[in-house]
């Protein structure tokens, strides 16, 4: 007769607090949350601007209170924290090459946050112009 | 004087145990002492009764995984002296305790042999064509992903299969890569049905920490990030082949 009993260690909710890496993981993933919500109170903005003039400024008005100020804030934060650990991440999925070479995990890198660079100073000109 | 370190096995005994429990044992410690030389250490001087796995004592055979203060580790390439304060070692995470730092790896195997982890080809070079030849941007394609040796601390640090058991996990996807990144092979659209579902590289959520743990420097998670480009390159394709 067989003695095996093999035994199954349950990971329990608090997984992700056992090891430094699983928590960073966690926060990096729940920062995108962060980005959905402020993705919706941007959309709620274009559906006021679609009801007219006087609805889009009531959205603007709104969203000057402090509240929303602190709110945007910190949308600009986690968003930053988002985009470093996905800047970082991006080489993985890729697998470019230049001849025989394969083009350095840094190179990616640098073109993310050049290309962040470029979107960025583009909405800013579209702004104040 | 010799000084001696403290270390904490999870242990586990079919026969006794209902569940696993924690046992201490002073070991002596010299600086180039490997956890491995440890655990012999403990079954020969001080605890006859205690299981592990291992073989080679270099890295090579991959038997000796097993979770060191939380962390996957081969027993073989960790060292007491970067655990002064001492070591809670316990089984590889993820798998069934069969007993003591023995795990049960079965459903890793079985998951190794399901992505066909061979050369597929139907029209193989006959002998007078000469043999292969692979340039070296080839062979870098799938080099890295062939050194793995199995020994589970990827599926260890992977919480995805923690979570659920059904996906196919690092190791295999790794080894799946592997396969069809190889010049010589033809079996890709054999193994993309396995990239392409739930349980396939779509499971990753790219914690990255298998690349983090392996002892190979093998690099899993974008093994994985590449089969997902792969795996949507495939199905934009098949939108413009209806009849497929």
Known sequence: ?129 | MTDSIKIDILRYRPESDNEPVWQSYDVPFTNEMSLLEALAYIKDELDPTLSYRWSCRMAICGSCGMMVNGVPKLGCKTFLRDYKNGMKVEALANFPIERDLVVDMSDFIEKLEAIKPYIINDNPRALEDGCHTQSPKQMAQYKQFSMCINCGLCYAACPQYGLDKSFTGPAALALLHRYNQDSRDAGKAERMKIVNAEEGAWGCTFVGYCSKVCPKDVDPAAAIQLGKVDSAKDYVIAMFKPGE
């Open chain 1, 1 to 129: 007769m067989s003695k095996r009993k093999p035994y199954e260690r349950k990971m329990g909710a608090t997984w992700w607090l056992k090891n430094t890496f699983h928590t960073k993981y966690i926060i990096r993933e729940g920062s995108s949350l962060v980005i959905a919500i402020y993705s919706f109170v941007l959309l709620f903005g274009l559906f006021r601007l679609s009801q007219g003039a006087e609805a889009f400024n009531g959205w603007v008005e709104a969203m000057s209170q402090p509240g929303w100020i602190v709110f945007h804030l910190l949308s600009l934060a986690w968003t930053l924290y988002h985009s470093i650990t996905w800047f970082s991440l991006a080489p993985k999925a890729a697998n470019i090459w230049l001849g025989q070479k394969r083009v350095p995990d840094s190179w990616i890198v640098s073109g993310m946050y050049g290309a962040l660079a470029v979107i960025s100073l583009a909405g800013l000109i579209l702004v104040l112009i």
